[in-house]
């Protein structure tokens, strides 16, 4: 039942507040952006069978590790931003010191592969290490470039998580 102005409210009536609109934009934190990231990627390795596994203590350099039988890859998690037709991938750490902010690189020690967590988009991305080797970023293209350059261009359509894992298990 529409209620009149002036008129009391009751249980069950539907009052406008207002016809104006509101939307609400979350901004999530960096902290919060990685949590959301590695669950995502644990949520896909899980779909496809694959045990998955997190560190009990702190001090590692990757996130989770994969267990594709019998092989074991540690996967250090990742927000991929998006920026344009481009998913930017930070390829190091990052930390605030006394002294200011600390960026590191990971190295073939540490990690097997950056997974990464497209929000934007809601799609997850495996990368091997051997494509990571001394970058501090990665770009995944998602529709062509407006000068068509193929050469040199990461697809994000060929780092698709899933399909990444599939191929890592064999038949």
């Not at 999530?28 to 990231?37: F, Y």
């Not at 998690?77 to 930017?88: E, G, H, Q, R, T």
């Not at 994000?156 to 191929?167: N, P, S, T, V």
Request: proline letters at 3%; hydrophobic letters at 45%; one cysteine or more.
């Amino acid at each position: 039942m529409e209620r009149r102005s002036g008129d009391r409210a009751r249980s069950g009536d539907r009052v406008a507040l207002s016809d104006a609109q509101t939307t609400l934009e979350v901004v999530l934190t960096t902290d919060q952006k990685g949590a959301a990231a590695e669950l995502a990627i644990a949520h896909v390795a899980a779909d496809l069978g694959l045990g998955v596994f997190k560190p009990l203590t702190d001090g590692e350099r990757y996130d989770l590790i994969f267990d594709l039988r019998p092989l074991l890859v540690r996967v250090q998690c990742k927000w991929a931003a998006l920026s344009d037709d481009v998913l930017i991938v930070r390829c190091r750490s990052c930390r605030r010191t006394r002294s200011g902010l600390v960026h590191r690189g990971y190295t073939a020690d540490e990690i097997d592969a950056i997974a990464a967590y497209a929000g934007d988009i809601g799609r997850c991305f495996f990368v091997p290490f051997e494509l990571l080797a001394g970058r501090s970023t990665l770009q995944l293209r998602l529709a062509p470039s407006r000068n068509n350059q193929r050469t040199g261009i990461n697809w994000a359509d060929d780092f698709d998580l899933g399909a990444r894992l599939m191929a890592l298990l064999g038949p």
